[in-house]
Structure formats: structure tokens, C-alpha cells
């Protein structure tokens, strides 16, 4: 979903399209023994810096390499954010490019494996193929390639209007290897479609196929015949009503089988011998306009060849009704335009859990209305041209439904996973990562005319990485975790978010957001014990609105200050935070008609000279009434703060928030020509516990003078505390301490 103000993007309608598809050659089993050939070009550079990783979301049978991390004589590409590059859409920000034969990316395999899956872009029109070599030895096939499934175009969105660069494509390896091997994709003379993008690569030991059950019957029994690229539907229907009516499971033997139209399913068990194996080739499988239930789908793969979104259209793998105490897993769904898509009536009980959705140019997956005591449990999901997950009250709300430890990857043009409207519903356990333009990482919203928000929200113990994009049409950031009140206001309705982790977000954290620009209120949110490790501008964004509480927030690495509180319309009045135990949030931003400018944007390890101390958090042993310690640290050195008056010694403290190496602190007064000169004593210390300090620079008077900027700066040897403390003795200017800017500059 788009949160910009301008014609909405992604739009739910009651039938969705995709566009995406398969490259089916991937998947047949490679052979060893074609010769090894010489590589012209240079010797592999040392690995970049791999991006940051986390741990989280759902528990798969792959590793996932990243290219950059990998041996490779190719170009690195990133990290970039821009809306529209390749390295934005990359896992991690980077990629490596390979442009001329000889080029390579050579990953080292972490486990034992027997299969690759290789994300990767080719230029728009192209397809091809990549050599790929298993310790040194080439394999006869390459891995086919193409561009077709990707360079999605949607016009009324501001910004870049293709989005979507990336595709993946399989293959069986043909052996087995152990951990550490080394599989490398290569650029050989038969290698014309590049230059080629390497994302990353899935290794997994995949299993053989599995035999077919008992009490089941096959499909081939009926007529469908695997691998001839005939239709296959009739067969598939008979099959379904046969095994329905002897009371056995339908088996799916290994082989590719022609779905050219779409089947109804109800009270039957479809199982396949694995998702590398059973192959349904079509770009709606199943659509269901009712069903009373106990479906039972396992353990095959639907690939589609959708290669634009067309929202009339239902190309969804599944699409419609799943009824009563359904379940899906262990499916790979690719190159349709939604994974599943639930809507026309009641399902509830569902588990759907164990599922790869990879590739689509819509959701992942979607509760359109009416789903209920459901469970989305350990899915992957990468590269969805919507939102990953959703739950979108439409008509009816979807209620009393768990989204729990997935995990939701580079979703390219909305959010990880979305909640609008809805009840009772918990979100638990997942990793969002590296979303792009459009969208954030986890939203609760009231939004596309939804069913509001009630009764009980839980979000808990979930993680985003990198989550969180500059919306082209707003043209401000949207947070790794997001409230949106567009619709109608958040009230009534009970929110908790609870050990929420978000790190690297590429602008602000947390955001409360009235989309349509009204000013509706939020409140009934509590977010406790909230970890923020890294933003490109704030830890907390508020643009509208009410009273949320907040406490035992931790922020580190913040970009610009801790938090942003500027309601619009201007007339109404800014959020109210209640809480306790927050460190990091210290500092507001002040100007409220401009954004931030260079500080936002991804986080950036810290320069050397750069202030460490912006916006974190200080205390004074005393301060006057409207001039609070936080003044000292926000980066306006038109605020200030002032000791408690007539008590010397005083105290200003700021935490960094770990043991940082300085050299150098700035001290500032305001720079006003209404500040008379004057000197202030004072002795810097520091601390590594908070308790016990050191000198750093011994009592000495500091002369302030606005004629020459009202500012002192202070030298020595680099030192690394944690805690920095000015103890200040006196002032010839008035009875107090005085500072407008403590600024702690980084060796």
C-alpha cells in the first residue's frame, strides 16, 4: 500500500493481479564434467563490507549469501537508497555487477547443499544465462536468466516509475557439497545478456522427492501428463473430484503439470513429493468463490508467468475462499500476482504456514475481510510488489489472527506486513527488511476504507532491518514502524507494542501519521522497551495529534535528534508522549516548517569531528525553569540551558551511550548580540560508569563573546568515556551555568 497523498498506488480491489513468472528451465538438475574455463580478467577483490545482519522472522532450509560478502572480481554497486537503483532493491543495499566475461561472484557454501537459488537483474528486454562452477569444475547447464518477470512500471507514482529489478531462478546442483565449498556464477563466452546484478544466493540441501502417500491417488492417473507443456486443467479437476469422492489425498508425482485455468477446491488434500519437484505451471491454480473448508495443500510449487499487474485480473496462486480449518504449507509460489489472496466469503482456523513467496507483483499475502483465528506462521517472503503481509479489514473485519516469526524481504513498492483496520489481531516474532519506496516496515492503520482498529493490537518482539523509505510523493520518510489514522482516527482501540528492535532504519523509527492531512488523533498506543539502533533522522516522528505512551525506549545512532513533533495542520496541537525510562529521545526538532537536510537519508557510521552527544541524553545537577538540560544537546544553539541561579557548583552531563573516542568539545551560548560577553569556569570530566569521574581538562575560564559567534572550543588527548560532564564553578555573566550547545567532537 502507498502512504502518499497524491492518487493511491496499490490499490485493494475485490480481484488481484500480478505480474511475474517462472523460468522453468532452472529447474531440472545440472550435470558436472563440461571443462573449467580460464577467467581473463583480474583476480577477485577482497569482500566489501557485508551489510548488517539480524536474527529473526521464520526458520528456512536455505542460507542466504550475499554477493558483496563474497569472493567476486565484479563492480560493487551501494549502498544506495534512491528510489529506482539496483543497489535500493538489493538485500543489504549492495550488489556486485559483472560486465565482462571472465567476471564472477564465488560463494562459499556455509552449510551442506545440493541446490542454488540465485537473485540476481539483468538490463530490461534481456534474457540469458550464467555459468556456474562447483569447486572449480564448470557444469554443463547454465542457470537461465531473464528480465521478463521484472522492470514493473506504475505510472502515477511519483518518483521513479519502474520498480522491481530483481528476479531469482533455481537449480539442483546434480551433487552433493559440503559446507564450504565453492559455487561460483561466472560470465562465460556464451554469456551475452549482462552486464549481470548478483544480489545474493539461497543455499539449501534440498531432499529427494517424496513418495506418493498412502490412500492417495495420483494425478497422472487421471490424465495429466508431467513435462509436455500440454493443459493439463481436465485432468486436474477429475482428479480433485476423484479423490474427493474415494476419500483420499491427491498426489502430485514429480514434474512440471499445465494449469491453463483456474480450479475449485474444497474439502480435499493436495500433496506434491516437494516444491523442487511438483511443479503446478499457471497463473491461477485455485479460485475459490466458496468452500466450506478443511483444504489441505502441501508441499508443491505454483509458478506463474505474470509479467504485469492487472488489479481486475485474479492471476493469484490461490484467490478466494479457503473456508474452515484450511491449511497451506511448504509451498513455493512464484511469478504470480499475489501468493494468496482471501476474499468472497469466511475462512477462519486457517494455518498457513512453512511457504516461499517469492516474485510477485502484488502481495504476498492478503486477509481480504473476514478472516479469523488464523495463523500466518515461518513464511519467506521476497520481493512482493505490494505489501508482504496483510490484513485488510475490507467490509468485514479480519479478527483474532496471528502473524507470527516470518520473515519479509525488499517488498518493493509498499509495507512488510500491514495491518488495516481490523481486531484482536497480533503481530509477533517477524523481521522486516530493507523495504523500498511507498511503504515501511510494519503499519497499523486505518486505512482503505477498513473495518477501524479495536479491541486488542499486539505487536511484540518483532524486528526491522534497514525498514522504512523516503515516500516520493509526501518527499519525507515513512518509519520502520508506522501508525496511520488516514481514514478515520485511532481511538477506541487498545495497541501494545512491546520489544520492538529496529536498526539501520534510513530515516525515522517510529512515525504517527494522519495521512489525509487533517489532523485526526491517535492514542490508545503503548510502545515498551523499544530498542532503536541507527536512524537517518529520528527515533520518533510525529505528524498529527493525540497522546501515546512510551517508556524504556532505548536510542543509539540517531541521525538528526530524537524526536520530530510537528502536527499538521499547524493549529493543532503536537502529540503528547507520556512514559518513562527513555534514553536517546533527548532533543525535538525545532524548525517544523523546514525537514532535516543532509543527516537524513540510511545511517552512516559517525565521522571523525562529528558530535557525538547530539541528541542524546543529559542532566544537570539543577536547571531553571524552561531551560531543561536536553536544550544543550538538541543542535539549536538559539535554546539553552541554565543552572538552578545562585548555586554553584553546578553539572551538565550527556550520555553518549557507549565509550566513544573524543579529542575535542564546542560550547556554545546563544549567539543573539543581547548575550553580554562573559567567562564561565569550568572543568571537563568523564566517566565510564556514570559514577566515577576523571579529569579530562582541568578549571579554567572560558571567555564568550557574540562579537566573534559566542563560541569556545576546547582540545586534548583523545580519551574514551561514555559519560561527559562540564562542572561549572562560575559565570561573570550571571549566577548560573549557562550552555546553549555541548558538542562532543568524535577522534
Not at 124 to 136: E, M
Not at 148 to 177: A, C, F, P
Not at 335 to 346: E, F, P, R
Request: glycine share 12%; net charge negative; aromatic share 8%.
Amino acid at each position: 500500500m502507498s502512504p502518499g497523498n497524491t492518487t493511491p498506488v496499490t490499490r485493494k480491489r475485490l480481484a488481484m493481479t500480478l505480474a511475474a513468472a517462472l523460468a522453468t528451465s532452472g529447474l531440472a538438475a545440472a550435470v558436472l564434467g563440461a571443462p573449467a574455463e580460464a577467467s581473463p580478467a583480474a583476480p577477485a577483490a577482497p569482500a566489501a563490507t557485508c551489510p548488517t545482519a539480524v536474527q529473526g522472522g521464520a526458520t528456512v532450509p536455505f542460507t542466504e549469501v550475499q554477493a558483496e560478502c563474497s569472493a567476486n572480481n565484479g563492480t560493487l554497486i551501494g549502498p544506495d537508497y534512491t528510489q529506482g537503483s539496483l543497489p535500493s532493491e538489493a538485500v543489504g543495499r549492495q550488489a556486485i555487477t559483472l560486465g565482462s566475461q571472465g567476471q564472477y561472484v564465488e560463494f562459499t557454501t556455509p552449510s551442506a547443499t545440493n541446490s542454488i537459488d540465485l537473485r540476481y537483474s539483468l538490463p530490461q528486454g534481456k534474457s540469458g544465462s550464467l555459468a556456474v562452477y562447483v569447486n572449480g569444475t564448470k557444469l554443463a547447464q547454465d542457470l537461465t536468466l531473464t528480465s521478463k518477470y521484472s522492470y514493473l512500471n506504475t505510472g502515477q507514482i511519483g518518483g521513479s516509475k519502474t520498480h522491481k529489478l530483481y528476479d531469482e531462478t533455481r537449480m539442483l546442483l546434480g551433487q552433493n557439497v559440503s559446507a564450504g565449498a565453492k559455487i561460483k556464477v561466472q560470465v562465460d563466452g556464451e554469456n551475452t545478456a549482462g552486464p549481470y546484478t548478483i544480489d545474493l544466493a539461497d543455499f539449501e540441501q534440498v531432499a529427494g522427492p517424496a513418495s506418493a502417500p498412502a490412500n492417495s491417488v495420483s494425478l497422472t492417473s487421471f490424465g495429466a501428463t508431467p513435462n509436455d507443456g500440454t493443459d493439463d486443467t481436465s485432468a486436474f479437476r477429475n482428479a480433485i473430484a476423484g479423490a474427493k469422492s474415494q476419500g483420499k489425498e491427491l498426489w502430485i508425482p514429480p514434474g512440471t503439470f499445465e494449469i491453463g485455468q483456474a480450479v475449485q477446491v474444497d474439502q480435499v488434500t493436495i500433496r506434491g513429493a516437494g516444491p523442487w519437484y511438483s511443479v503446478l505451471h499457471g497463473n491461477n491454480v485455485f479460485n475459490n468463490g466458496g468452500a466450506s473448508g478443511n483444504i489441505k495443500l502441501y508441499n508443491f510449487a505454483v509458478f506463474g508467468e505474470i509479467s504485469n499487474r492487472n488489479d481486475g485480473s485474479p492471476d493469484n496462486a490461490f484467490h478466494g475462499v479457503l473456508g474452515a480449518g484450511s491449511v497451506v504449507s511448504g509451498l513455493w509460489i512464484q511469478h504470480t500476482k499475489c501468493g494468496l489472496w482471501l476474499m468472497s466469503g469466511a475462512s477462519s482456523n486457517l494455518t498457513i504456514e512453512n511457504n516461499r513467496i517469492l516474485d510477485t507483483t502484488a502481495d504476498g499475502i492478503n486477509f481480504d475481510g473476514a478472516v479469523t483465528g488464523s495463523t500466518l506462521h515461518n513464511n519467506f517472503l521476497r520481493n512482493n510488489g505490494d505489501d508482504g503481509l496483510a490484513l485488510w479489514s475490507n467490509g468485514t473485519a479480519d479478527s483474532g489472527n496471528t502473524l507470527s516469526n516470518n520473515t519479509i524481504e525488499v517488498p518493493t513498492l509498499a509495507n512488510g506486513i500491514a495491518l488495516y483496520g481490523g481486531s484482536n489481531n497480533t503481530v509477533t516474532g517477524n523481521l522486516v527488511q530493507d523495504t523500498n519506496a511507498l511503504g515501511g516496515g510494519i503499519l497499523v492503520g486505518n486505512r482503505f476504507n477498513s473495518v477501524p482498529l479495536s479491541g486488542t493490537i499486539t505487536v511484540s518482539n518483532n524486528t526491522t532491518l534497514r525498514a522504512g523509505a523516503l515516500d516520493p510523493n509526501w518527499q519525507f520518510g515513512v518509519g520502520a514502524l508506522w501508525f496511520d489514522a488516514r481514514d478515520q482516527a485511532i481511538t477506541g482501540v487498545t495497541v501494545n507494542v512491546t520489544n520492538f528492535r529496529a536498526v539501520d532504519s534510513p530515516y525515522e523509527a517510529i512515525q504517527f501519521i494522519d495521512g489525509n492531512g487533517v489532523g485526526k488523533v491517535i492514542g490508545g498506543i503503548t510502545i515498551n522497551g523499544a530498542t532503536i539502533d541507527g536512524t537517518g533522522t529520528f527515533a520518533v516522528q510525529s505528524q498529527t495529534q493525540g497522546s501515546v505512551g512510551i517508556s524504556n525506549l532505548t536510542a543509539s545512532r540517531v541521525g538528526v535528534t530524537g524526536t520530530y513533533n510537528c502536527p499538521y495542520p499547524t493549529s493543532n496541537p503536537p502529540m503528547s508522549f507520556t512514559g518513562s525510562g527513555n534514553t536517546g529521545l533527548t532533543g525535538t526538532w525545532s524548525n517544523c516548517a523546514t525537514w532535516p537536510p543532509p543527516n537524513s537519508g540510511p545511517p552512516t557510521p559517525p565521522a571523525t569531528g562529528s558530535n557525538a552527544a547530539l541528541g542524546r541524553p543529559a542532566s544537570a545537577s539543577g536547571s531553571q525553569g524552561g531551560f531543561p538540560p536536553g536544550n544543550a544537546v538538541d543542535g539549536n544553539s538559539s535554546s539553552y540551558w541554565e543552572s538552578t541561579n545562585n548555586a554553584f557548583p553546578q553539572s551538565l552531563t550527556v550520555d553518549l551511550g557507549a565509550a566513544t573516542s573524543i579529542n575535542k568539545a564546542t560550547l556554545k551560548l546563544p549567539p543573539a548580540s543581547a548575550w553580554s560577553a562573559r567567562t564561565e569556569t569550568l572543568t571537563i570530566q568523564g566517566s565510564t560508569d556514570g559514577s566515577n569521574y576523571s579529569t579530562i581538562v582541568g578549571s579554567r575560564g572560558y571567555n564568550f563573546d557574540p562579537a566573534s559567534g559566542n563560541a569556545v572550543t576546547v582540545t586534548f588527548g583523545a580519551t574514551s568515556p561514555r559519560y561527559v560532564r562540564l562542572a561549572i564553578t562560575g559565570n561573570t555573566g550571571w549566577p548560573a551555568g549557562q550552555i546553549s550547545e555541548f558538542e562532543v567532537n568524535r577522534s
